[in-house]
């Protein structure tokens, strides 16, 4: 029975939503991007000034389509995806949603180990490789799995490589498909498959539909069919440095092309590269990660551009204080904001309004289709406002599952539909969402996520390592870092810098424990003999605190 008060928080409005339609995600792109000029640019390489036009788009992604159909992708195929921002990346990731195929997104400096993982949960027998060094580690993990299990590799860039590229995809000569699936069903069809960290410590794959997908930009536009009208255009140009391989880059990207302005691609993020960005080609929305605002919050390094066109900076993947939105909104003149969303409900849930912008801890309200619930942890009773407990959400963008995965989709996802998200929160009186804290033991680094269990299996088989616990501890540059406390067997001499260098050596740079290694004599644990992080975390603070 639910406590007194407890309610399903829902959309506030008399306006009915519209329908979202059946169709392929990337086609509906196609569609809108008829709307925009010919000529206008669409996406602009920040540093080699390359531009693509929306005609170019509109040309490029079915010719690259028709090339990945002649080369033998059919649809329900999977074609795995490692590369950083580049203009070339949402041409190729398009064409392959296009094709109804599934785009499998990956961070190209993961490990073999992790591509080993990704590629079997997945099923993937396509690859597109940033470069040749990229191609090459996933032509040798392919072949570990088996000999023919690659069938075909393209890159997208050829400056190191002779292989067949994505520009040849580009320029191909291959005919429409004829056949066309009758069968298709946008809600159960998966067009993107982005990973997502886990406390198994494994990445798992979250199928997300094209009906997911394309419920983002139904949400967007009947948003702005029910807002005042405005003289701006948000998206008219926006700077993407976020990598497009996680949900919170794609989606900006993605957003930009829908509205008709341009996206402004960056690597990665430097300085002096963001700012002239900026500058350069009139930005009006920059996406940012949370680390990023808080190295702006103290560098002085702004005051030498021209932010004027600037409306706004927003950030999600970890809460970040009121005090650092008010600071970064005061020093440059333009508001930063913050929302909340994960990879499994397509990256969007909630955002912060002018009354909410500086709230401690607000996430705003939920968007259009959404519905949300806070459950008490103990008793999965459904509570009211101002009562902590467990945020679940429900909606068309919850996605489908994980992929080859049903005992983690059972977890996450209950058999009313509600997605588990795994983060404390409490509403008001508003329906305004305020974040707390995560039951899930994962460690946000720079917006990256970190599983514990994965350095933990590292550590374990360091010999003289009888016990160990890794969980975030807070960084003032980097939001949290992972630091292990590790308890050695009897008589064991462990060095703590050799343990630090030997994570460094398997892991990717933002894993590694910048948090440091400390010896301790018992790992805290409750009755069923789970780690009390939380524990953890308060003995490192405190200890911190006497320093």
């Known amino acids: 029975m639910a406590k007194e008060n407890g309610r399903i928080v829902k959309w506030r409005g008399d306006v009915p939503f519209p329908e979202i339609p059946n169709v392929n995600y990337a086609s509906s792109l196609l569609n809108a991007m008829t709307k925009h000029g010919e000529k206008d640019a669409a996406l602009v390489d920040a540093q080699s000034g390359k531009v693509y036009s929306y005609g170019d ?35 190729a990731l398009l064409s392959v949603i296009l094709a109804e195929a599934t785009c499998v997104l990956i961070n190209p400096a993961s490990t073999k180990e992790e591509l080993k993982h990704i590629i079997g949960l997945s099923e993937s027998r396509w690859a597109i490789a940033q470069d040749e060094k990229v191609a090459l580690k996933m032509e040798e993990v392919f072949k570990e799995l088996s000999p023919d ?17 994505v520009t040849d995809l580009m320029n191909s000569t291959a005919p429409e498909p004829k056949h066309k699936d009758n069968t298709f069903d946008a809600g159960t069809s998966v067009a993107l498959m982005p990973l997502s960290s886990g406390t198994t410590g494994l990445p798992k794959g979250v199928m997300l539909s094209h009906r997911n997908l394309i419920t983002t930009q139904v949400q967007r536009k009947y948003l702005a069919s029910i807002s005042p009208p405005r003289s701006f255009n948000l998206y008219g140009s926006s700077l993407i440095f976020i990598p497009m391989y996680h949900m919170m880059g794609f989606n900006m990207t993605m957003n930009t092309l829908f509205s008709g302005g341009k996206a402004v691609i960056l690597p990665k993020f430097t300085p ?13 929305f920059s996406p940012v990660v949370p680390y990023v605002l808080r190295f702006l919050e103290t560098s002085p390094i702004m005051k030498n551009y021209d932010l004027s066109s600037l409306i706004t900076f927003v950030t999600g993947s970890e809460p970040i204080a009121a005090r650092t ?23 969007i849930g909630t955002g912060t309004s002018n009354e909410t912008y500086f709230k401690e801890g607000c996430i705003g309200k939920l968007g259009p289709f959404f519905q949300a619930k806070v459950v008490d942890l103990e008793t999965g009773e459904m509570l009211g406002e101002r009562q902590e407990g467990e945020l679940y959400v429900r909606g068309p963008s919850v996605m489908l599952g994980y992929a080859n995965n049903p005992k983690a989709t059972a977890e996450t996802i209950d058999r009313e539909g509600w997605l588990h998200t795994g983060d404390l929160v409490y509403f008001d009186e ?7 804290g995560r039951i899930k033991d994962l460690i946000k680094v720079k917006g990256y996520q970190v599983a514990p269990a994965e350095l933990e299996n590292i550590i374990k088989r360091i010999e003289g390592v009888r016990d ?27 060095d703590t810098d050799a343990v630090i260098k030997h994570v460094a050596e398997k892991v990717l740079p933002y894993k590694q424990l910048a948090g440091g290694v400390e010896l301790v004599s018992s790992i805290p644990r409750n009755h069923i003999g789970k780690v009390l992080r939380r524990v953890l975390r308060k003995s490192y603070e405190a200890k911190k605190s006497k320093l």
């Open 272 to 284: 002096k590269e963001y700012f002239k960005a900026i500058e350069n080609h009139r930005v009006t």
């Open 325 to 347: 939105l008010e600071i970064i909104t005061k020093k440059s003149g333009r508001m930063a904001m913050q929302g909340w969303g994960m990879s499994e409900s397509s990256g």
């Open 468 to 494: 160990v616990a890794v969980a975030g501890v807070p960084d003032g540059r980097l939001g949290e870092v992972p630091r292990a406390w590790i308890v050695p067997m009897a008589d064991a001499t462990l």
């Open 149 to 165: 299990a690659l069938k075909k590799l393209w890159v997208v860039s050829r400056k190191t490589s002779t292989r067949p590229s």
């Open 57 to 91: 788009l509109q040309r490029a992604i079915p010719t690259m389509r028709n090339g990945l159909v002649a080369a033998g992708v059919r649809p329900g195929d999977k074609v795995l995806l490692g590369c950083r921002n580049h203009i070339d990346m949402p041409v």
């Open 430 to 436: 508003d329906d305004n969402f305020y974040i707390t």
